[in-house]
């Protein structure tokens, strides 16, 4: 029996997760839930799921769950809740499935307690994969992909010699504005933004698959998860998100995974890895492909995703800025602050007016975020100006 701590157990990943232990109620036991804000649906789950610790980030929200629930699960409110929640030590895999840079903290917390993390917080490693990674090392702490294209990768990989890796092959859907130019893209609207082809997925990573932002974060976390340059990670447009990624090794043989695009499959192999458990998801029926397409990105008009490549081979502090940049843009589009096309535009100003700072520890990832965030808004605000 793993049990198992949900971090963002109310969102895409979080849900799908607890379908996911749901469904091998003889094999998962969860400990832990933890949300920002939902206290109505972490008041279900905590009724079904029964955990020994639950928390709610916001203190209203935590308030009103407590006042409404009486049972033996312990509420917890706030970041110092959270810590608690990730280290409780009744717990032996920390999912940590939380929105943003707000992952960092909980995630290093769980590894120096020992747990083993399946990683659905691809901002982790963004921001600090060139710490985290070796904490994990130092503390013998296993960290698997949860993400569908490094889970992918980390399938192809399975028996495998890493030093015969030639490259790492991450597909994009390409979102849904996939072969639009500039001028295209102008009057495009949230509720455009958020209708994604193939996925369902919360908000902001919704519009990060629109700007292909959120591909540029998966090439950076593909870099510390498995240890490649980046010249040996490339992105590849397949429009039918049927192959989640592929691995080509130095003879030229090209390994990939292939799957319906349904997140439940990568979630639950990082639960149950190294087994493979059955599942009632829907299988392929190659029959009914009628085509499976390949493009290249397209950086012109989605240059977010060389920002990112541009960010991660310049390292130090520049990665956090790229994902903090990108943060603030997303909500400030998403409260209709700026357009669609300005979201790169806040990246790239912001990292323009940074100094990095090369060796990085932990204190000055933290600063780096904080100054990042304060400058994207002042961009945001000139750009609200024009």
């Not at 003879?251 to 890895?273: C, E, F, K, N, T």
Request: aromatic share 8%; charged share 20%; hydrophobic share 45%.
């Amino acid at each position: 029996m793993l049990h198992v701590a949900v971090l963002g157990s109310t969102g895409s990943i979080g849900t799908q997760t607890l379908d996911v232990i749901a469904a091998n109620p003889d094999k998962y036991k969860v400990t832990v839930l933890a949300a920002y804000k939902s206290n109505k649906l972490l008041a279900e789950q905590i009724e079904y799921f029964k955990p020994q610790v639950a928390v709610l980030i916001d203190k209203q929200a935590a308030d009103r769950l407590a006042a409404g629930y009486h049972g033996p699960t312990k509420i917890l409110t706030g970041e110092e809740g959270l810590l608690e929640a990730a280290t409780f030590p009744h717990t032996d895999t920390v999912l940590t499935a939380l929105v943003g840079f707000a992952g960092l903290g909980p995630t290093i917390a769980a590894i120096k307690a020992g747990k083993n993390i399946a990683l659905a917080n691809k901002e982790t490693l963004v921001a600090a994969g060139e710490i985290v990674m070796p904490l994990a090392k130092q503390y013998n702490v296993s960290v698997y992909p949860v993400d569908s294209e490094h889970s992918a990768v980390f399938q192809c990989l399975q028996g495998e010699n890493k030093s015969q890796v030639s490259r790492l092959i991450l597909t994009a859907s390409g979102g849904p504005f996939r072969g639009r130019t500039v001028p295209e893209m102008e009057n495009v609207t949230v509720a455009d933004c958020l209708h994604h082809p193939n996925w369902s997925m919360g908000r902001k990573i919704t519009v990060d698959s629109a700007t292909l932002a959120n591909k540029g974060l998966e090439v950076i976390e593909a870099k510390w998860l498995f240890d490649v340059a980046y010249n040996q990670i490339e992105v590849c447009v397949h429009p039918q998100s049927i192959i989640h990624s592929m691995v080509e090794f130095v003879d030229g043989s090209v390994l990939a995974q292939m799957g319906m695009p349904d997140m439940r499959l990568p979630i639950q192999y990082a639960l149950s890895y190294p087994e493979r458990m059955p599942s009632s998801y829907p299988r392929l029926d190659f029959t009914a492909l009628s085509a499976l397409t390949f493009e290249k990105p397209d950086i012109i008009n989605f240059p977010a995703l060389a920002l990112a490549y541009n960010a991660g081979k310049s390292g130090g502090t520049v990665p956090c800025v790229f994902n903090a940049a990108n943060e603030v843009a997303v909500v400030a589009f998403l409260n209709g602050e700026i357009s669609f096309l300005d979201i790169p535009k806040v990246i790239g100003y912001t990292i323009e007016s940074h100094i990095n700072v090369l060796n990085i520890d932990l204190n000055q990832i933290y600063l780096a975020d904080t100054w990042a965030r304060v400058r994207a808004q002042e961009v945001v605000a000139d750009l609200r100006k024009r």
